[in-house]
């Protein structure tokens, strides 16, 4: 992700880029000095793989798997496409283009370079130029995605600047697989995953996060960040095997979705006043709007991760490191945080590790917050609620006691009241107050 942006916003201001490797093994960081590897095989050290100080002010750098190749952009020259060998130190070849170099993406078969206009393919073993997309429409972010399948080896990118429009382009047979509606704000963020059979998307609103079967472009998962409000979504990113989605904004939380399908179980006749109220909700669904119907049926966090900052770019990844699910965040405030993810109950992340991306490490911050109020609202959540005659303090914004949630929350939360707790026999019913998506 090119931080260039910010870097003079952030408290490490020689950073200008960072992005992780395509299996989450090494990290790249492009400074005002050159650019770095590092090594993402230990939690507890950073340990920096090579350093270059021969090209200055480097805005884009993308490192092959764990190859030597990698592709080099600088500020000084904007236009110009350096591929190196970095081990030998040499120049395989370089490139110039008609317009600024926004994104270079790779895979074992092709190298992708992303203009405002345009887009490129280039085969990787001899760099020939196979085929140029001309004239997209204007995408000032070089937003796109590059599938790292040799079966599956796909390029996504905005088919609109107004809608969320996603063209698929088969970089192997050189044509058009498929353009998928995604969202109906302009696309803010799309990822392959491993096997490039799926591709996630994200918009400008930043709330709603879809899956879709590629290249049939059938929508497979729908995820919510959530209601309260509209956020700049800054990365996604895929498990290795799949199962995982992470999505990281301008906020301080993270969230991780579980790419799981719900098995259908036996119908059973409700034992407590949440079990019925979800009966009558899901029942409720046929009559209400469509908008509303979706917010029932999209799936919530699985797990979440709390960062010590907000407002400054980032980029995520889902790696295996020593044998346990990490969350990897790196950021422009100059440091990599890893945390634990819980594979089987989810949750709030553990933060492990932060290491300053100058190869330096520094302990957890101890101001992170132990609770989550982003956590995934569940069946065992209503049923606690019911025994116990109170409601979750974590969704109060979504099941209310019969009083106005905070100021604002009216106009953007659905409020549900229950018919048969103390206190509450005045407020029996499910009141819906001017949503807005």
Not at 192 to 204: I, V
Not at 324 to 343: M, W
Not at 355 to 362: F, Q
């Amino acid at each position: 992700m090119n931080l260039a942006s910010q870097s003079g916003e952030t408290g490490c201001s020689q950073l200008l880029f960072a992005n992780f490797n395509q299996d989450n093994t090494s990290l790249a960081v492009g400074t005002k000095s050159g650019y770095k590897f590092f090594s993402l095989s230990s939690v507890d050290k950073l340990e920096q793989i090579y350093e270059c100080t021969d090209t200055e002010d480097v805005c884009i750098v993308e490192r092959l798997f764990s190859s030597s190749l990698v592709a080099i952009v600088s500020l000084k020259a904007p236009r110009k496409l350096k591929v190196c060998h970095f081990k030998k130190g040499t120049e395989i070849c370089n490139y110039s283009y008609s317009n600024t170099i926004l994104a270079v993406k790779l895979n074992r078969q092709r190298l992708i370079v992303c203009l405002e206009e345009s887009l490129y393919i280039h085969n990787i073993r001899d760099m020939k130029v196979l085929h140029t997309i001309r004239e997209t429409p204007p995408n000032p972010s070089g937003l796109c995605a590059l599938s790292i399948s040799n079966d599956n080896c796909y390029l996504a990118y905005p088919g609109s600047a107004t809608i969320g429009e996603v063209q698929v382009f088969d970089t192997v047979n050189l044509r058009a697989a498929n353009m998928i509606p995604a969202h109906d704000s302009p696309l803010a963020a799309v990822v392959f995953d491993a096997s490039g059979t799926k591709l996630a998307t994200a918009s400008e609103k930043g709330t709603v996060i879809r899956v879709f079967s590629i290249p049939e472009g059938q929508k497979l998962f729908e995820f919510r960040r959530g209601v309260k409000r509209c956020v700049s979504i800054c990365s996604l990113a895929f498990s290795m095997e799949g199962l995982y989605l992470s999505a990281s904004s301008n906020t301080e939380t993270v969230h991780i979705f579980k790419l799981e399908t719900q098995k259908e179980k036996p119908t059973e006749e409700p034992t407590t006043w949440g079990g019925y109220l979800g009966k009558v909700l899901m029942a409720s669904t046929t009559y209400l709007p469509s908008q509303v119907t979706e917010m029932f049926t999209q799936g919530r966090a699985f797990a979440t991760v709390r960062l010590p900052f907000s407002g400054h770019k980032n980029i995520c990844a889902l790696a295996l490191i020593q044998k346990i699910p990490r969350l990897l965040v790196a950021a422009a405030d100059g440091y990599l945080y890893l945390y634990n993810l819980d594979p089987q109950e989810g949750g709030e992340c553990t933060l492990m590790k932060q290491h300053r991306l100058d190869g330096s490490a520094e302990p957890p911050n101890e101001i992170l917050e132990q609770g989550s109020h982003d956590r995934p609202l569940t069946a065992q959540t209503y049923n606690t609620a019911g025994m116990k005659g109170t409601h979750p303090q974590s969704v109060v914004s979504q099941i209310g006691t019969g009083r106005p949630g905070p100021a604002g929350s009216l106009s953007e939360h659905i409020l549900l009241y229950n018919d048969g707790l103390p206190g509450n026999s005045g407020c029996r019913g499910i009141y819906i107050y001017n949503l807005k998506f």
